[in-house]
């Protein structure tokens, strides 16, 4: 009875913590975007920078299982990156690396299934210049999963290929120059989870990516 009773106090007196309680994988993920968005995590000690990793890691593991994979018609359209954990082949330091709130969606990429392309947009690190990037993929059978649900698992389709066609740079009114150094072949992108809010992607350099809807962004931002 006092079990039952402590229960009915979550539910009654304190529904948001009782929602917190059961938060799904995504609704955590995306209170963990929020707070990297909203504060500057390089600050917290070493301890504490581990333990958003674990986090993260942790999340990213429990949205595989949800089985939801590639899928052209979901993956359509424009996403703002919104999270990245550089992998151990990158260059960059091992923590969480989220855009400012303020720098939030000016970053894209686009999915044009039609002509098999990725279109990236990617404001300099000094804000004064764009970059865009033009990346050709198709899907691959060379990474997939078997759902568990009931006794007859379906596939579920994780990587495209992907190879970097050319990127450009725009400072101010200056024409655009060609990157040098761009093109490349052979790379692939796994997907752990995609639906029609959150895309959640591991590359072929190991790092793993958060994507977002601009809207859903904002509601988020708002919630959080």
Avoid at 26 to 53: C, F, G, M
Avoid at 70 to 82: A, F, K, L, Q, R
Avoid at 146 to 165: F, M, T
Wanted: with cysteine; aromatic share 8%; hydrophobic share 40%.
């Amino acid at each position: 009875m006092k079990l039952l009773s402590i229960l009915l106090t979550l539910l009654l007196v304190a529904p948001d913590t009782a929602a917190f309680i059961i938060a799904t994988p995504k609704e955590a993920l995306a209170k963990l975007v929020i707070e990297n968005l909203k504060y500057d995590t390089s600050k917290l000690s070493p301890k504490l920078q581990q333990e958003k990793r674990d986090e993260f890691t942790q999340l990213v593991d429990d949205l595989w299982d949800e089985s939801r994979g590639y899928d052209s018609d979901v993956v359509e359209g424009i996403w703002t990156p919104v999270l990245t954990l550089p992998g151990k082949k990158s260059r960059k330091q091992q923590s969480l690396v989220g855009n400012k709130v303020e720098k939030a969606g000016l970053a894209t990429d686009e999915f044009v299934i039609r002509d098999g392309e990725i279109r990236v947009t990617v404001p300099t690190p000094r804000g004064n210049g764009m970059i865009e990037g033009l990346l050709a993929f198709e899907p691959s059978s060379e990474n997939y999963s078997v759902s568990s649900e009931g006794n007859n698992g379906k596939i579920v389709l994780r990587r495209i290929a992907v190879d970097n066609v050319k990127a450009t740079f725009k400072y101010k009114c200056l024409p655009k120059l060609f990157v040098p150094g761009f093109r490349k072949k052979g790379g692939y992108l796994d997907f752990i989870y995609l639906d029609e809010d959150v895309r959640v992607t591991k590359g072929s350099l190991g790092g793993t990516f958060v994507h977002m809807r601009k809207e859903y962004l904002e509601r988020v931002m708002q919630e959080y």
